[in-house]
């Protein structure tokens, strides 16, 4: 799994370079943050296979980040430029919070039954 997980995000990340290369209104600025959206995915799906989970929560918490992966790409896809009042950002730190703290929670309470 962990090999199928690195495979799919090298993919994406050429996907996006691809695109950064090819179409007009798809700045530097949106792929840098796109493509730490694809790293951030990757490293916590990479970790949620590591640590010993049983199958229903590792595939859960896969589902899961998957989706908020999908929300944050199409997020830093549409962020404007601009730092200062951008919800898009807030947004994506939000979501990666979120799933951290997820990610967290779920780990102590499976120490805490062991």
């Keep these: 799994m962990k090999k199928i997980i ?10 996006n370079l691809l695109f950064w ?4 209104f798809y700045k530097s ?5 796109s493509s730490m959206v694809i790293f951030l ?3 916590l799906l990479y970790v949620v296979n590591i640590i010993n989970y049983k199958d229903a929560i590792k595939i859960t918490l896969c589902f899961l980040f998957t989706i908020a992966g999908f929300v944050e790409f199409i997020l ?3 962020s404007p430029k601009l730092l200062v009042d951008n919800w898009s950002i807030i947004s994506i730190l939000l979501i990666i919070s979120a799933e951290i703290l997820c990610l967290l929670i779920t780990h102590n ?3 805490l039954k062991k």
């Design 41 to 43: 995915t990757w490293v």
């Design 76 to 78: 830093s896809l549409i």
């Design 109 to 111: 309470i499976n120490i």
């Design 21 to 24: 290369a090819i179409l007009s």
């Design 6 to 15: 690195t495979l799919s995000s090298v993919v994406l990340f050429i996907i």
């Design 29 to 33: 600025y949106n792929f840098m943050l």
